[in-house]
């Protein structure tokens, strides 16, 4: 398992009866999580004094109960700042395990040598987007959601990171890819992040059991002559790391290199054990 164990704004304080309790910079929070399928003493003082408590409903989806927590506010990882709200189906605008991976993908940014382009797939607030810029690549960050985009220009300012070679576009991944093949365009990383189900611009419908694989194989058009990584991740039960490495392999292996898959997670403070939180396929042509 990969462990996103630097952190200092952030950690996973405790986790029992199908829910987490995470301290979010000077803020506490308790989310759902459905990995969590024990049922232990809460014995951490933090599960009776939250600053947010995100209650599922029995009927799907939920709402939040707040006591004494802003609008909005900041955390820092290394160089990266990042603004967190909390806001539909329990999120906060980021995903802090996936800092192992940045740290991964900014080592071989750094260690290139070279101009790196980096492809950013639904990119989201742009987490991804900033480590890879940070680490001295040109991003090309495209997200369906105008509001997501908007909010990660947000995050590359408070970062310092406003004037750094990134090109942010709304736009459905899946046609953008088509039309930047057609174009005759090439990057030397691209990294997804696809969801389980949604919809693009115009309700174009995605479903990741039948996209995904079709477009690994349609991005490996888009990959220069001298590739550095290919990065997937998914939060969906269904693709185990197994199965990255087999859809990874398959369409990456005219490039050579290695294909990795494994769990990502955040160590869990209470209790020393690491909490699962999805899977990455990681497709490169050396370690830095």
Excluded at 266 to 288: K, M, N
Aim: aromatic share 12%; proline share 6%.
């Amino acid at each position: 398992m990969w462990i996103a164990d630097r952190w200092k704004d952030y950690e996973v304080l405790d986790t029992s009866g199908g829910e987490k309790l995470e301290r979010w910079g000077d803020y506490l929070l308790v989310r759902p999580d459905p990995q969590v399928i024990w049922d232990t003493e809460k014995s951490h003082k933090g599960w009776k004094h939250p600053n947010g408590h995100y209650h599922r409903s029995s009927k799907g989806g939920g709402e939040w109960e707040f006591f004494h927590l802003p609008e909005q506010w900041e955390i820092r990882y290394d160089s990266l700042t990042f603004r967190l709200k909390p806001f539909s189906f329990k999120h906060t605008g980021l995903f802090p395990e996936q800092a192992v991976n940045w740290d991964w993908f900014g080592s071989l940014i750094r260690s290139a040598g070279r101009p790196v382009k980096v492809l950013n797939l639904f990119a989201y607030t742009g987490g991804a987007t900033l480590a890879a810029a940070a680490a001295g690549a040109s991003v090309t960050h495209v997200d369906a959601s105008k509001g997501m985009v908007s909010w990660a220009k947000e995050n590359a300012a408070v970062s310092g990171l406003s004037e750094a070679p990134i090109r942010w576009l709304v736009d459905d991944c899946v046609k953008f890819v088509e039309r930047e093949i057609r174009r005759g365009n090439t990057y030397d990383a691209i990294i997804m992040d696809p969801p389980s189900y949604g919809r693009g611009p115009k309700g174009e419908v995605w479903k990741i059991e039948d996209a995904i694989h079709p477009l690994i194989r349609l991005c490996t058009q888009l990959l220069s002559k001298d590739p550095l990584f290919f990065l997937v991740n998914s939060y969906t039960t269904g693709l185990q790391p197994a199965v990255l490495t087999y859809m990874l392999s398959l369409e990456l292996r005219k490039f050579g290199g290695r294909v990795e898959s494994g769990e990502i997670g955040l160590p869990v403070a209470e209790t020393g054990l690491v909490l699962p939180c999805g899977a990455s396929g990681r497709w490169y042509r050396q370690e830095p």
